[in-house]
């Protein structure tokens, strides 16, 4: 059954065929990350283990060892080179990912983190979430965390000061529509750039600014154990961190199975992070950028991007 995709609704047929991406050596996880996807598409949640009770999680599965709640007043700082390097213990990681989310890599993701019964952060684009509300909504029902990566993933140093706060705040209002209920008011800057304005503005939303600590540089690479090497090679080094992935690739969806198990072997520790209050959306930014650019990675029109944003603020 598990050999084709012919004849499974959408949603499932996508996962199959992204499963050919997972590493040859985790046959296992690979097979219970399709396995939970495919019954929890068909509806079928009894059959998924640890389904039945909240709790009962695998016995080797990641999980997660705290959940801290974000103090956000003042827009502080997270990860390197600006924030507390003692904000995580050592052997403490939170899992992030940008830029997504994608129907075709994204529940990929949330498969291999819900057979793990961890959580992460998705840093989401405006344009995304109008693309895909229904995607988002399901990230933020899974008990997943939301920040924002701006509308249209442009260098904020490039834009004037009232463009970049348009693609920031935008993105914010948009993604909250999307999942039905309050996002975090977390924020991450599309190529770790930001700029004085930039900061300013966000200290004076009490919007907390994330950087990193690992990057896994899924983006260069489509090999899923590249992947899973620099990333643990980067805990070897550092011992705990902020981890950088993207759920638009599928070196990064391919990778999640193994590594999070790896994870767990070496004794790391995932924390979860939420927010003490969530974002209080402007009213005056309910549409997408008047000049928004549109992101490198993912061609697509302006026309089609624009069409779902509107359909977004339309609901």
């Known amino acids: 059954m598990l050999g084709t995709s012919e004849g499974l609704p959408l949603g499932v047929a996508a996962e199959l ?19 939970t996807w495919l019954c929890a598409a068909l509806g079928l949640s ?7 009770a909240e709790n009962a999680c695998p016995p080797n599965a990641l999980g997660v060892s705290r959940t801290a ?54 840093f989401m684009l405006g344009e995304m979430a109008a693309e895909h509300p229904s995607l988002v909504k399901e990230i ?3 008990g997943h965390t939301i920040g924002t990566h701006t509308w249209s993933h442009p260098n904020l140093k490039r834009l004037s000061e009232e463009q970049a706060r348009a693609q920031i705040e935008s993105a914010f209002t948009v993604i909250e529509k999307a999942a039905e209920q309050p996002i975090a ?29 690992i990057d896994s540089f ?3 690479t489509r090999s899923p154990q590249s992947v899973i090497a620099r990333v643990m090679a980067g805990l070897e080094r550092r011992g705990r961190g902020i981890i950088l992935f993207h759920d638009i690739h599928g070196s990064t969806a391919g990778a999640m199975p193994q590594l999070l198990g790896m994870l767990k072997e070496k004794g790391f520790r995932i924390v ?6 969530s974002i209080q959306t402007l009213a005056e930014y309910q549409a ?6 549109t992101h490198e990675a993912r061609p697509r029109t302006r026309w089609s991007v624009r069409r779902a944003a509107q359909r977004m603020t339309n609901r």
């Open 69 to 122: 709640e974000i103090d956000t007043t003042g827009g502080p700082w997270f990860g390197s080179p600006r924030g507390d390097k003692d904000f995580l213990a050592p052997g403490e990681v939170v899992l992030t990912f940008d830029d997504g989310p994608t129907p075709r890599y994204s529940r990929t993701i949330l498969a291999a983190l819900a057979a793990h019964c961890t959580k992460a952060t998705f």
């Open 140 to 142: 933020a029902t899974l």
């Open 17 to 35: 065929d992204s499963a050919a991406l997972l590493p040859s050596n985790a046959c296992g996880a690979g097979m219970q990350v399709i396995v």
């Open 218 to 220: 899924d983006w260069r």
């Open 46 to 52: 009894a059959l998924i283990p640890g389904a039945a």
């Open 272 to 277: 979860h992070l939420r927010p003490k209050a």
């Open 288 to 293: 997408p950028p008047a000049k928004a650019a």
């Open 185 to 213: 008011p977390f924020f991450r800057y599309p190529y770790l750039s930001e700029n004085e304005s930039a900061v300013a503005h966000l200290q004076s939303r009490n919007v907390a600014q994330f950087a990193i600590d």
